[in-house]
């Protein structure tokens, strides 16, 4: 028997489950081990009787709330993918603002139509089994994580720091060419995709589960960046994670 | 000893990029790294900084299948990735690298994948004759000369270059390549010799304290304060690790192919500076601070490892010194800490 697999988006671009799609060598393979019942990028059929989850979003409305309570009560296994649902994405710098404030911008006078929430990722609504990072998704990590979970196993993802992967790479490191790179603190898993296109890293995967960013802060003075800046480099993606830690819960 | 002229030595060297699947230090960007030769203007051999990663990567390559396992048979074969090809214009540090992986992957339990796929590739080692950059501590550890760990060696004397050969592919490359060469006189050799010697003058000597101490002080200072100090800013981002030529722990991972048929057992590169490295059943880590891990990694450079194979198991060639973003290098530990043996600093455990 095939598990049954479902997909589900809520505020985000979909790009995850595109990801998903563009695994076009893997595809056939896949569906051979899994029935894909629901998968709105994908099929017009919407099944419900799904055991695997895969969420992609953040949850933004009182409507999403009731609807990820459903499918967290029907799915044997709920695994978030892509950094809006593990991490709040940058819509989750609405946090950071006045909410009301943040509704008439975006809203205007009709903001009584509409029943937004102040954006949270899905682990702060409901218990999430399993996280996969990034924005978007490592497809092969997906595919990965899939078949451990499938074949019976814990599935694991990188536990280290970007900037271990970046050096296995070979890549040169942009810190020290003074460009803000947030590899020291980001958790691996994405090939150092970014730095080996010599772009800096904006820390999609969120933070590694042990970083000294007072340590790293410093570093980043001493190239020439500013609290401020730093700051606000560190909530483009991770803002839940900053303010946890701004009020000393990490 | 034999030697050849200059021109000569660069026709050689193309003759050999031409004729195999040769791997060099290649400029990318700002820095150096390892890559495919497809002709000598690829190679730099005058300016040579170490690379990022050490030629390492192709005898111990960040990830390598070991066993596939059938699911329904229950077999299991051994798999080993090899193939033939030559690394040119290796520096003296990464070949005592070379020679120390030589020594413990044949020593214990051998490594049947590195020491078959270690067949296959052909050192041809480049003699360096003033320090490549302020990282480098090969004067201080002992490794600017090289006794084994290559198949051909050139070094550069009075506009030419010297030829030794250390293994017997080296002479059967010696007879297809080297032609016409100059068979050193005695006088020459000397002369040679006292060069040699004399160009250690020119190197980096940064570490102020005699090296041939290095074990015991490590021991008796086990609990010195540096580490407290360097463990406050260690990034704990493993960059060191991975750009040592001399580190070899590695990480296991399973992996299942999408027809759920085999299951490959892969080898990762794994450090002592990473959280999973020392992480047991009940999330319990035997290392949970950089200050530990610092400490053990330093003591197995020049502590543990040392003796055990009587050679510094830090080569000098300095890429963590310059990788590191806070700075944190081997120079530094080992003048703090020899430093603070022989000024009579107080460890921890006496205060």
Not at chain 2, 30 to 36: G, H, K, M, Q, V
Not at chain 2, 179 to 186: A, G, M, Y
């Amino acid at each position: 028997m095939k598990p049954k697999v479902a997909f589900f988006d809520f505020a985000s671009c979909e790009g995850c489950q595109l990801a998903v799609l563009d695994l076009e060598e893997e595809l056939l393979d896949l569906v051979n081990i899994v029935e894909i019942v629901n998968f709105r990028e994908a099929i017009s059929e919407k099944g419900e009787d799904y055991e695997i989850a895969f969420i992609e979003g953040s949850i933004s409305s009182e409507h999403q709330i009731e609807r990820i309570k459903k499918i967290r009560k029907q799915a044997k296994l709920l695994i978030t993918i892509g950094a809006c649902a593990c991490t709040g994405n940058m819509q989750y710098l609405s946090n950071f603002f006045d909410f009301e404030e943040v509704k008439e911008y975006v809203y205007g006078d009709k903001a009584k139509y509409f029943d937004p929430v102040q954006s949270k990722p899905i682990d702060q609504i409901v218990n999430v089994d399993f996280q996969i990072p990034g924005c978007p998704i490592d497809k092969y990590e997906f595919l990965k994580v899939v078949k451990q979970v499938i074949a019976g196993g814990l599935p694991r993802i990188p536990n280290y720091p970007v900037c271990s992967e970046c050096k296995m790479q070979g890549n040169e490191c942009l810190l020290k060419k003074g460009i803000l790179c947030l590899g020291p603190v980001t958790r691996a898993g994405c090939g150092a995709i970014c730095c080996k296109n010599f772009k800096y890293c904006f820390g999609c995967r969120g933070l590694a589960p042990e970083f000294n960013i007072e340590s790293f802060k410093d570093v980043l003075r001493s190239i020439g960046y500013k609290e401020k800046g730093i700051m606000a480099q560190f909530k483009i993606v991770n803002g839940k994670d900053i303010q946890l830690l701004q009020s000393g819960g990490k | 000893m034999h030697k050849i002229s200059s021109e000569k030595f660069h026709k050689v060297l193309e003759q050999i990029i031409k004729d195999n699947e040769t791997y060099g230090a290649v400029k990318k960007r700002d820095e150096y790294i390892y890559d495919r030769l497809e002709t000598l203007s690829d190679l730099e051999i005058e300016n040579y900084v170490p690379t990022v990663l050490p030629p390492k990567k192709y005898f111990y390559p960040q990830e390598e299948d070991l066993v596939q396992i059938d699911y329904k048979t229950k077999k299991a074969n051994r798999v080993i990735f090899k193939k033939e090809i030559v690394l040119l214009g290796v520096r003296p540090c990464d070949i005592n690298a070379i020679s120390l992986f030589d020594r413990i992957m044949s020593d214990g339990n051998p490594d049947p994948n590195y020491l078959e796929r270690r067949k296959h590739i052909t050192v041809i080692g480049f003699d360096c004759v003033k320090s490549c950059w302020e990282h480098a501590l090969c004067e201080a550890v002992g490794t600017i000369n090289v006794k084994e760990g290559y198949d051909l060696f050139f070094s550069e004397y009075k506009k030419e270059y010297v030829i030794k050969t250390g293994s017997k592919k080296g002479e059967e490359l010696f007879d297809r390549y080297i032609k016409n060469s100059h068979k050193l006189s005695e006088k020459e050799r000397d002369d040679y010799h006292h060069e040699r010697a004399e160009r250690i003058k020119k190197f980096n000597h940064k570490v102020k304290y005699l090296f041939q101490d290095v074990s015991s002080i490590f021991e008796k200072h086990y609990d010195d304060p540096y580490w407290k100090e360097i463990g406050k800013i260690c990034l704990m981002c493993g960059s060191c690790v991975m750009v040592c030529p001399t580190c070899y722990c590695f990480t296991m991972d399973e992996e299942v192919d999408l027809k759920l048929q085999t299951v490959t057992r892969k080898r990762k590169w794994d450090g002592c500076m990473l959280r999973d490295f020392a992480m047991v059943a009940g999330n319990h880590n035997f290392r949970p601070t950089a200050e530990m891990r610092l400490k053990h990694r330093w003591n197995r450079k020049f502590n543990y490892l040392l003796k055990k194979y009587h050679m510094s198991n830090c080569v000098g060639c300095g890429r963590c010194g310059f990788a590191c973003l806070v700075k944190i290098n081997p120079i530094d530990i080992l003048n703090t800490i020899m430093g603070n043996y022989y000024s009579g600093v107080k460890h921890e455990s006496e205060k």
